[in-house]
């Protein structure tokens, strides 16, 4: 009985497994079909990656989605240590409060933190583009802080204190001894929020302007949102997408258990 039970669940797993990620393999191998067709394999060809690669408005797009996910990760890094370090050094209601209200931004589901912003920023009359699409995925740095709280938390202070008993200010503590141990963690956190920043559709999609493209929504723009199915360049496209994703995720990974 216990043998069939075992069974039974990694048919169970099997079949999740093969729902979730049959489909992303499919996609993968019809960027590598030299037809149109999704059904039918006419042989292996680089024709779609070819051009989507000499595609502009795929390159802007592209182009897009690194320089905001870029921009998001250099502040939300700094944000994010600049309230780990403050908040360290509050009493422990106030810090408590505060992780909660951090924690709020994660909790929040996506849609609903990107009608806000859309809403907020149409009652200020600022005008949607690259700018407001930083500033709402910026809202997301606590994922940072998190990071850096977890590395500060494994720290002994006696690190610092050392430092300061042998004569050295609060900046250079800071900068030749706090600042090279959260290395792993500010290198971890700036990760996981690019990967963020670089896969989000519905943030992006709500607080850009018009002729704003990221490569989520070009890809969505490109399927017209109404499920008419992929091109095949459009399937080279969000290949190369989640090749990038996986990358991350691999370094984020690898950086992740040195915290």
């Known amino acids: 009985m216990r043998r069939l039970g075992d069974l039974a669940l990694k048919v169970y797993v099997a079949l999740v497994l093969a729902v979730l990620y049959i489909p992303l393999f499919a996609m993968a191998a019809a960027s590598f079909n030299h037809g149109r067709s999704l059904l039918r394999w006419e042989g292996l060809s680089l ?15 592209l182009l897009n989605s690194f320089w905001v996910a870029s921009a998001v990760s250099l502040l939300a890094v700094g944000l994010a240590l600049l309230a780990a370090i403050s908040v360290d050094k509050l009493s422990s209601r106030i810090r408590t409060s505060l992780h909660n209200i951090f924690y709020l931004s994660i909790i929040v589901p996506e849609i609903a933190e990107a009608l806000t912003l859309a809403v907020f920023f149409i009652s200020v009359n600022a005008p949607l583009g690259s700018a407001t699409v930083v500033l709402g995925h910026l809202v997301w ?16 202070p006696t690190y610092e204190e050392a430092a300061r008993v042998l004569g050295a200010s609060g900046f250079r503590t800071f900068f030749h001894v706090t600042l090279p141990l959260l290395g ?19 943030k992006t999609q709500f607080t850009r302007g018009p002729g704003f493209e990221t490569l989520p929504v070009y890809i969505w723009n490109a399927v017209g949102g109404r499920g008419r199915g992929l091109s095949p360049e459009v399937n080279a496209v969000a290949t190369l997408s989640i090749i990038v994703s996986i990358v991350l995720a691999v370094l984020y990974s690898r950086y992740r258990s040195r915290l």
């Open 47 to 61: 024709e779609w990656y070819l051009r989507a690669l000499t595609n502009d408005r795929i390159l802007t797009a």
């Open 141 to 156: 740095f606590p994922l940072v802080y998190v990071v850096l709280r977890a590395r500060m938390a494994g720290l002994p």
């Open 184 to 202: 792993p963690g500010i290198v971890t956190g700036g990760l996981l929020i690019f990967t963020w920043s670089w896969d989000s559709f519905i």
